[in-house]
């Protein structure tokens, strides 16, 4: 499994990004796709979580109502919109693949995904 996170860049609060991972080598073994981010100096935090039929999205406290995660099963690909975006919300943003995930509190530990991406910057500032 290979993961490419792509579509960083800055940009002003209040302003939007969409970042997306096209995964390679994907199998029904891996049904989950998770973004997490980490700025400096701050542990890995999680961003939001898609199974790769859909039927469970779930989101980070603070994304929640501003970041939507989706995914195109046909390109391979996930994106993360994001809206509403803050300073804080800079950071470098990872994907991650793993699962079938049985608990919800799996979907939000990163310790649980098998193959992560190399991450992609997103810096918010005025």
């Known amino acids: 499994v290979q993961l490419q996170a792509s579509g960083g860049g800055s940009v002003q609060p209040g302003g939007s990004l969409r970042i997306s991972c096209d995964a390679s080598g994907f199998t029904l073994d891996y049904a989950v796709i998770g973004w997490f981010r980490q700025a400096p100096g701050k542990e890995r935090e999680f961003a939001a979580a898609?199974?790769?039929?859909?039927?469970?999205?779930f989101y980070g406290g603070s994304m929640k109502g501003r970041f939507t995660i989706s995914g195109d099963n046909a390109k391979n690909t996930v994106y993360l919109q994001m809206d509403s975006l803050k300073p804080e919300d800079t950071a470098v943003y990872y994907c991650a693949a793993g699962g079938p995930f049985r608990s919800v509190i799996n979907y939000y530990s990163p310790g649980r995904y098998d193959y992560w991406g190399q991450g992609t910057q997103v810096t918010v500032s005025s």
């Open positions: 898609i199974s790769r039929f859909g039927d469970n999205i």
